[in-house]
């Protein structure tokens, strides 16, 4: 019997539950026809468009707390870059308000929090309790949102994470428990509202867990940074906030002790060697270039080393930092532009910070001097064309304009690569 729900939907106390219950023998009715205790707050929450409960049990709020905070979890470790120790030792509070900006320019949410690597005390022992970092994190949006979630769950000043009523702080194995626990639960939801294109399908290299978050926003920051991650946030501008003032102070200073730097350096590196190999492999078959850049691209994939499925040792950091650093050979792949920008900090028009050796390619502007394109870029641009016309055909006549215009630009984009491009042989 649902004491606690039926006194707290009559008023009764829970003597008086249990006195008509056993008057009028409801433990056996309960047992043969049990039903819902629904609770009289209203559901927001939709999924496709339909809210996605009738009512929220009161049975059910205890799991669906858990799976909240498992979600917020991975929010926070896949959108900071942090480790999953100093996630997981996140207390209520460390992520205050913004105050309103003296200048007028917004802020950054900073997140202040301990860090455990390599944190010792003067006679070199390690401490495993930590220390608060000196350099906050800084948290976009979404990360923002789902510590505030956390905290309308635990007291002030407690750790986000704590596990539910017994204290401590919840372990990366606990919480990767849950994360499993979580997937099942989605997958479950998935099919009962017949959404199947939002399944998480079953990964062939073992369930998720959370050591894989960082590598992984690397991975999509260096490789497809026009790529979007929940709320619309572009992974290229995922790296401009690694990269903003607070991070890059971390970074400068804490190079040598790791940190989200050292592996999105180590992606970057490799995607950017693959960038330069697959060139390599279209001079070959005959691929011909254009673009302001052609010279230099064809030097860097002179020059490309084969990373691929080589192992990365600890090592590998101090390689991918002198790679990366040769202004102006450096290749990378922009799948949006669908162009190769060949970075050279002075000429990049998508006004990279000072001392940066990635560009911000999701503001990749046209007629920039890094950029080059060969004959499979034209034909990509012409398949893009033919898509927007496509769309076109389907829309309002102002919208159909505007797709038209830039299928047309599309074209001739690729028309000036057919027509200046040349080969490696004419280009050396
Ligand atoms: S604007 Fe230039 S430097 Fe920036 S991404 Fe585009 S081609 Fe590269």
């Not at 064809?298 to 002198?322: C, D, Y």
């Not at 999701?362 to 890094?370: E, F, I, L, Q, S």
């Not at 389907?394 to 797709?403: G, Q």
């Amino acid at each position: 019997m649902a004491r606690t729900y039926i006194g707290a939907v009559t008023g009764a106390s829970r003597w008086q539950v249990n006195q008509f219950s056993a008057q009028h023998g409801l433990g056996d009715l309960v047992a043969r026809r049990p039903g819902p205790c629904p609770m009289a707050v209203p559901v927001q929450g939709t999924l496709d468009g339909k809210p996605w409960r009738a009512a929220m049990d009161f049975y059910e709020v205890p799991e669906l707390m858990r799976h909240l905070g498992t979600a917020a979890a991975i929010v926070c470790l896949y959108l900071t870059g942090m480790r999953p120790q100093e996630v997981l030792n996140l207390r209520s509070g460390c992520c205050p308000d913004l105050e309103p900006a003296a200048d007028g320019i917004p802020g950054r949410h900073l997140i202040r929090s301990r860090h455990f690597k390599n944190v010792t005390d003067l006679d070199g022992h390690h401490l495993s309790a930590g220390e608060v970092r000196a350099v906050p994190w800084v948290a976009i949006t979404p990360v923002v949102q789902a510590i505030r979630v956390l905290e309308k769950m635990v007291p002030e000043g407690e750790l986000l994470f704590s596990s539910g009523q017994r204290s401590g702080v919840l372990k990366s194995g606990g919480l990767n428990i849950r994360i499993t626990d979580f997937v099942s639960w989605l997958n479950r939801e998935a099919a009962t509202h017949n959404l199947v294109g939002q399944l998480v399908p079953d990964d062939p290299h073992g369930p998720l867990q959370v050591s894989r978050f960082r590598r992984t926003l690397a991975w999509h920051i260096a490789r497809r940074p026009g790529g979007l991650v929940a709320l619309a946030i572009q992974y290229g501008h995922m790296r401009t906030v690694l990269d903003a003032r607070t991070s890059s102070r971390y970074g400068a200073r804490g190079r040598g002790r790791g940190g989200i730097h050292t592996v999105l350096d180590v992606e970057t590196a490799l995607a950017a060697a693959d960038t330069a190999a697959r060139l390599r492999d279209r001079l070959a078959v005959g691929e011909r270039l254009s673009g302001p850049a052609a010279r230099r691209a064809l030097t860097a994939a002179a020059q490309a080393p084969r990373f691929e499925g080589s192992i990365v040792p600890r090592t590998f950091v101090h390689k991918a930092r002198a790679y990366l650093a040769r202004d102006g050979i450096v290749l990378y792949d922009n799948h949006e532009a669908l162009l190769i920008c060949a970075f050279k900090h002075d000429v990049a028009m998508c006004e990279p910070a000072p001392g940066t050796t990635a560009p911000r390619q999701y503001d990749c502007r046209p007629g920039c001097a890094n950029a080059v394109r060969t004959d499979g870029h034209a034909l990509l641009l012409r398949e893009r064309a033919a898509e927007l016309d496509q769309l076109a055909d389907r829309l309002p006549p102002p919208l159909a304009r505007r797709l038209r215009t830039n299928a047309a630009r599309l074209r001739a984009t690729a028309g000036t690569h057919d027509s200046t491009a040349q080969s490696a042989e004419a280009l050396r």
